[in-house]
């Protein structure tokens, strides 16, 4: 696979930054609406600043077996998508961790071990995934990038994904960038790491939404969307 350059690399400045708080949280749902408000280039109503680099179908680790929306086909890849630079806080947990740089931030939705969708911020560095509450200023969970074993995601057009770490417990989150999200982790692990992370495909999945708390989410293709269904085991 071709060597994706993802465009608008944040570069963290040097500061003493305050040691971030750490704050980890841990019947049948069905979130077929879940962040469906993909208004065709991703944006998910937020504006972000212009780039050269678009991203084709043989850039990215699924092609020829994620049935995708046409909107994701040739969708620029922009990376930083909420001005890292500009949020203290954010900036501060970088500098705390050693993070050098940001190849993804944006907003998503992280579904809890009890089935509740929290708006969180997901930020990916050449290191670590960050989830970040928006509200409360709050590091919820630092993911080193060796931890991750796999991805998980349907086959449909639909905005969910999975993030399996076997050591600690897994997340389940959605975005209408999906597409990026996953580019930017395989590249990533792939520096970081010297392998390939698995992106896995099916239409149904577990995943460990807490310690002891596994959960299966299904998938069906209905007249105009996908059906999306979480259930405990």
């Known amino acids: ?42 944006s998910g109503g937020m504006r972000a600043r212009p780039s050269d680099g678009n991203v084709t179908e043989d850039q990215e680790p699924f092609m020829g077996v994620k049935v995708r929306r046409k909107a994701s086909f040739r969708r620029e890849y922009r990376g930083d998508y909420i001005d890292v630079r500009s949020n203290p806080y954010l900036m501060k947990i970088l500098q705390k961790q050693g993070d050098k740089e940001v190849l993804f931030a944006d907003k998503v939705l992280k579904f809890t071990a009890s089935g509740k969708m929290k708006r969180r911020i997901l930020m990916i560095t050449d290191f670590a995934i960050y989830i970040v509450d928006p509200d409360a200023d709050a590091l919820k969970r630092r993911i080193a990038l060796a931890a991750v074993e796999k991805m998980c995601l349907s086959e449909l057009s639909d905005n969910f994904f999975a993030i ?45 939404a807490a310690a002891e708390i596994v959960k299966e989410v299904q998938f069906e293709e209905v007249e105009g969307g996908v059906r999306t269904k979480i259930l405990k085991k």
Do not use: W
């Open 1 to 42: 696979m071709e060597r994706l350059r993802v465009p608008r690399r944040v570069q963290v400045a040097e500061f003493k930054p305050e040691i971030p708080k750490y704050d980890v949280t841990g019947g049948e749902e069905d979130h077929s609406e879940a962040l469906d408000n993909d208004d065709g280039d991703g």
């Open 164 to 208: 399996i770490v076997p050591t600690e417990y897994d997340v389940l989150m959605a975005s209408t960038r999906k597409t990026e999200i996953v580019t930017v982790l395989v590249e990533a692990t792939k520096s970081a790491s010297d392998y390939e992370l698995d992106v896995c495909f099916a239409n149904s999945f577990e995943y460990n």
